[in-house]
């Protein structure tokens, strides 16, 4: 047997070897991960850097306008249980607006 036919039969079963491969592994059904809850979020009080409130306060009206760290009556949007989790955090604010 030639050198170059050798080479070409050996190509041509290394092809249809990797087809089959392809077959065998696209029949498989895909492993599906099971989609993500969306995690339910709470106002948390007195744990905000400044300027980092997520909304209005009794002293401004919009989100980002709270000069004061850590104020008692800004809160910041966190993962339900995570808030009592948090030094100074509260889920109400210290005055009612």
């Known amino acids: ?8 039969k050996s190509a041509l079963v290394g092809i249809l070897g990797l087809g089959v491969a392809g077959v065998a592994t696209a029949s498989q ?22 300027y980092k409130n997520d909304c209005k306060t009794v002293g401004h009206a919009c989100a980002g306008q709270d000069t004061k760290p850590r104020d008692p009556n800004a809160f910041v949007a966190v993962p339900a249980g995570l808030c009592q989790k948090v030094a100074g955090g509260s889920l109400q604010p210290a005055i009612k607006s």
Do not use: D, F, T
């Open 29 to 50: 059904p895909a492993q599906s991960k099971p989609a993500p809850q969306a995690q339910k979020m709470v106002e948390c009080y007195g744990i905000n850097a400044a």
């Open 1 to 8: 047997m030639r050198k170059s036919s050798l080479v070409v």
